[in-house]
C-alpha cells in the first residue's frame, strides 16, 4: 500500500501554504495538508499545546485509517512532527522538517514571542495583518497570535520535545535549513540531526525562513527523494 504524505505548517499558518508544494508532489500517493486546530479557520476550545496538536494529527490518521505516514512539517510542524513519532513511532515511517525551531528556552521563546504581538503587526506590518485575517478567518487572527505565544513560552518552560527524547527517535528524519534563514540556526539543526539515531542534516540554497520564499521545486524534489518508497 502507498503511504500517505502528511503536510503540517507553521505558526499562524495554514494548510495553504503548501498550495504549490503539493503540485510538485508525486501525483501516485496520497497528500494530506491539515489545519492545525485555532488555524486556518479550524475551530477549538484548547489551549495550543504540542500534545494537543500531536494528538490532532493522530486522530486524522485514525479517522482517514492512515496505519503509518511520512510526514513534511514545516516549522511549528516539523516539531509537531518529531513529537508525534516519540510518542507515536508506529504511526511514521519518515519525517522531513524545514526551518523547525529545536532549542527551547524561556529566554528563545522570549525574543520569539515579539514577533507574534499583534497590535505591532498590525502597526508596523498592516500587510501581514490583512494576511492573517484573511488565512484564518472566522477565526480572530490576533487571538491566534497570542495563542501562539502563549504555546512557545510552554515550550520554553520544557513542554516540548526534552533534548533526551530525540535519541528515542527511530524513524529517519531530514532535518532541513534553508541557508539564508534567520530564525533556526545550523547550530541547533545539526545537533538534533546527531542526536537522531537516523538523523540527517540538509541545507537548502536560496531559501529563506518564511516558507513562501522557498524555492518550492527544489524542495519537492529533496522530499520526493527522501519519501522515495522503499
Known amino acids: 500500500m502507498t503511504t500517505p504524505i502528511l503536510l503540517l505548517h507553521g505558526a499562524l499558518g495554514s494548510a495553504a501554504q503548501f498550495d504549490i508544494l503539493k503540485t510538485h508532489l508525486p501525483k501516485d500517493r496520497p497528500v494530506f495538508a491539515l489545519n492545525f486546530p485555532g488555524h486556518g479557520g479550524e475551530p477549538t476550545d484548547a489551549p495550543f499545546s504540542m500534545k494537543g496538536f500531536s494528538d490532532f494529527v493522530l486522530q486524522f490518521l485514525e479517522k482517514e485509517k492512515i ?13 509537531v512532527a518529531l513529537y508525534l513519532a516519540w510518542k507515536n513511532p508506529e504511526r511514521v515511517r519518515r519525517i522531513f522538517t524545514l526551518g523547525t525551531k529545536l532549542d527551547w528556552s524561556p529566554e528563545t ?19 501581514f495583518a490583512e494576511s492573517l485575517a484573511k488565512t484564518h478567518t472566522p477565526l480572530d487572527w490576533k487571538e491566534v497570535c497570542r495563542n501562539t505565544a502563549a504555546f512557545l513560552a510552554d515550550l520554553g518552560d520544557g513542554k516540548g520535545i526534552p533534548k533526551e527524547a530525540f535519541g528515542q527517535i527511530a524513524c529517519p528524519v531530514t532535518i532541513g535549513l534553508g541557508d539564508s534563514d534567520n530564525v533556526v540556526t545550523q547550530e541547533e539543526s545539526r545537533t538534533v540531526a546527531d542526536a537522531l539515531p537516523n538523523g540527517r542534516f540538509e541545507i537548502l540554497a536560496g531559501c529563506k525562513h518564511p516558507i513562501e520564499q522557498t524555492d518550492f521545486v527544489l524542495l519537492a524534489e529533496r522530499v520526493k527523494e527522501f519519501f522515495a518508497e522503499m
Do not use: C, L, T
Open 67 to 79: 496505519s503509518q505516514a511520512d510526514i513534511f512539517g514545516y516549522s511549528m510542524g516539523g516539531y
Open 109 to 127: 521563546a522570549a525574543s520569539m514571542n515579539r514577533m507574534f504581538n499583534p497590535e505591532k503587526i498590525e502597526a508596523k506590518v498592516p500587510q
